[in-house]
């Protein structure tokens, strides 16, 4: 069983579209967070949550949202996407704060807008 | 904001020969992290140092946290093609840690 998982795996999309990428984790961990990989392998925290709690919100641009429907899972929905946005999106959950335990990554969205 | 620097980015070496990557803080952390990813891969989970001057050792791996906490290193002995990756380090509070930009090795056979 994959310990975190997210979906799609890849994602081509033309500017302006709307799209979302989902992850769930099977931990029972508390914190969830979507960290942004750019291409030269710069990872940066985007969204951190804490009991489907918000608690940490990066300067990311408003047309990402963050959703946390219960706090297994933690959805991110981009809108008007730019050509900026291309990176691969991680998904990862930790039991507490990610200072105090190990994070757990999904395998990753490799997110293309063309 | 916390800014943690990682140097060299990039390091080719030969098969066998040794492996150090540097990580440093402006300012003094709670703790510190290292993944590696393996190319085309997700960040794995390596180690935590949390104590001022603490050294862990994992088989080739031996992960040092500085007197000061401000800086950790990450050494390998006798690299494998195996050990191929980025290598990241992490350090900051305990709800939020800040990534290094991770040095890239490359293990010539």
């Known amino acids: 069983d994959t310990a975190v998982s997210q979906t799609p795996k890849y994602l081509v999309t033309q500017m302006g579209n709307d799209k979302s990428i989902k992850c769930e984790q099977n931990l029972g961990h508390d914190t969830m967070y979507w960290y942004k990989q750019d291409s030269k392998k710069f990872l940066k925290i985007m969204f951190s949550?804490?009991?489907?709690?918000?608690?940490i919100n990066e300067t990311v641009p408003n047309r990402f949202s963050p959703k946390s429907p219960d706090k297994a899972h933690l959805n991110l929905h981009i809108n008007s996407l730019e050509l900026g946005d291309s990176a691969v999106y991680f998904c990862?959950?930790?039991?507490?704060?990610?200072?105090?335990?190990?994070?757990?990554f999904g395998q990753g969205t490799r997110l293309t807008v063309v | 904001g916390q800014q943690v620097m990682q140097i060299p980015q990039y390091q080719h070496v030969q098969e066998g020969e040794d492996f150090t990557t540097y990580c440093n803080s402006s300012t003094t952390l709670s703790n510190i992290q290292w993944y590696k990813q393996r190319p085309g891969g997700h960040p794995v989970f390596l180690i935590q140092l949390v104590k001022s001057g603490e050294v862990k050792k994992q088989k080739r791996l031996t992960f040092q946290f500085g007197e000061a906490k401000k800086n950790s290193s990450l050494h390998i002995t006798a690299t494998q093609t195996t050990d191929v990756g980025t290598y990241f380090c992490a350090g900051g509070g305990y709800q939020k840690v800040t990534f290094g930009i991770g040095t890239k090795l490359q293990v010539i056979p």
């Open positions: 949550y804490n009991n489907k709690e918000l608690i």
């Open positions: 990862a959950s930790s039991q507490r704060g990610i200072g105090y335990t190990e994070a757990f």
